[in-house]
């Protein structure tokens, strides 16, 4: 289900750079259905970005990689009984630890996949507020791209979480094209981009540096309802009539 890729270990354990540093937890969702497939190719040059950003500031990370396909028939059994099994609460687990998220999906029908959406559908409420997110998606031509603004954004914007300004794109001929890797409209340019500002985010969410809008780690509850609250807003339906 899962990948795990360490920077430095010792006994098991990442170890930060900076003393007293805790490594920050960087989960990467990926909703590709074949192997190999695009969508992770995309997923992993981001994640590749973010962990050099955070490098830069002498700050380790522990990646996880999540793959939808894996989790597909538990999502769909969650989203009738409410209940995830062992592998998609585990996974989910690992979500709601996260210090930054990277979510990839491909472009069916104009839209994100419907196991990408399904994933995200049987998460908790309030489990992503505040969380850093770097979107991106894979398509068959750039007529797609759009998708990501119009389908994807709004998505996680309802799901409260702080998704960085810039988002990636990845047509096939993106993949095989004949470019100079530093040119402003290359895929390493655009993956390096959001992998920049994913770290920024994660550093502030992390209480690492100062600056932070959205709520932080330190934040209790990270703007999160609990089973004891879900309902605390509830209003009974004779008294909305009667308003």
Request: glycine share 10%; hydrophobic share 40%; charged share 20%.
């Amino acid at each position: 289900m899962t990948a795990t890729q360490n920077g430095h270990t010792q006994n098991g354990r990442a170890q930060g750079t900076a003393e007293g540093s805790r490594p920050l937890d960087l989960v990467v969702v990926t909703a590709g259905t074949s192997v190999p497939s695009s969508t992770r190719m995309l997923a992993d040059r981001i994640t590749t970005s973010t962990r050099d950003a955070l490098a830069r500031h002498g700050q380790e990370v522990r990646v996880t990689v999540l793959e939808a396909r894996e989790l597909a028939h538990e999502v769909v059994d969650a989203t009738f009984t409410r209940f995830p099994g062992e592998k998609l609460r585990a996974a989910i687990d690992q979500i709601a630890r996260a210090d930054g998220l990277i979510a990839v999906t491909p472009i069916y029908n104009q839209s994100f996949s419907g196991l990408f959406k399904s994933l995200f559908d049987v998460i908790d409420p309030g489990t992503l507020a505040g969380v850093p997110v770097a979107l991106g998606a894979t398509g068959g031509t750039v007529r797609h791209s759009l998708a990501i603004d119009y389908a994807l954004r709004p998505m996680f914007a309802y799901l409260k979480a702080d998704v960085v300004p810039t988002t990636v794109f990845a047509a096939s001929e993106d993949f095989g094209a004949v470019s100079t890797a530093g040119g402003e409209n290359s895929l390493a340019t655009r993956t390096g981009r959001v992998g920049t500002e994913l770290a920024d985010y994660m550093l502030r969410f992390a209480g690492l540096t100062g600056g932070a809008v959205a709520p932080t780690r330190a934040d209790e509850g990270r703007g999160r309802r609990g089973d004891d609250d879900e309902f605390s807003d509830f209003v009974p339906m004779t008294d909305l009539l009667g308003r």
